[in-house]
C-alpha cells in the first residue's frame, strides 16, 4: 500500500474554489485527514494538505491532483510525495 503527502495550493482563490477542490479530491479518495495506525484517530491537516493511503501510484494521484486543481479555474502548485512512514504533533483530531 502507498502512502502519499500531498500540497495543493490555489493562487488567488476563494473559500469556494478550495470546497470545489476537495469535494474532487475526496472522489479520488484523496483526503485532507490522517489516521494514526496505532490509535486509529483522526487528525485534520493544515489548509491546503491532503492524504492519500491506497494501491494507486504516484502519477495516478499526481494527475488527479492536477485534474481537481485545474477544475477549480484558478492558476495553482501541486506537489505529491510518496513515503513509508509519517509523523505529525499539534494536529486537531476529527471529532
Known amino acids: 500500500m502507498a502512502i502519499f503527502t500531498i500540497r495543493v495550493e490555489l493562487h488567488n482563490a476563494q473559500f469556494s474554489h478550495y470546497l470545489a477542490l476537495a469535494k ?8 485532507d485527514v490522517v489516521k494514526d495506525d496505532t490509535s486509529g484517530i483522526l487528525y485534520k491537516m493544515s489548509p ?3 492524504s492519500y493511503v491506497g494501491n ?10 492536477v485534474t481537481a486543481a485545474n477544475a477549480t ?20 483530531v476529527v471529532k
Do not use: H, M
Open 48 to 50: 491546503g494538505e491532503y
Open 24 to 31: 474532487s479530491l475526496q472522489a479520488a479518495g484523496i483526503v
Open 73 to 92: 479555474g484558478q492558476k495553482n502548485a501541486v506537489f505529491v510525495s510518496e513515503c513509508s512512514a509519517r509523523k505529525w504533533i499539534g494536529l486537531p
Open 56 to 65: 494507486a501510484t504516484l502519477d495516478t494521484v499526481f494527475d488527479a491532483c
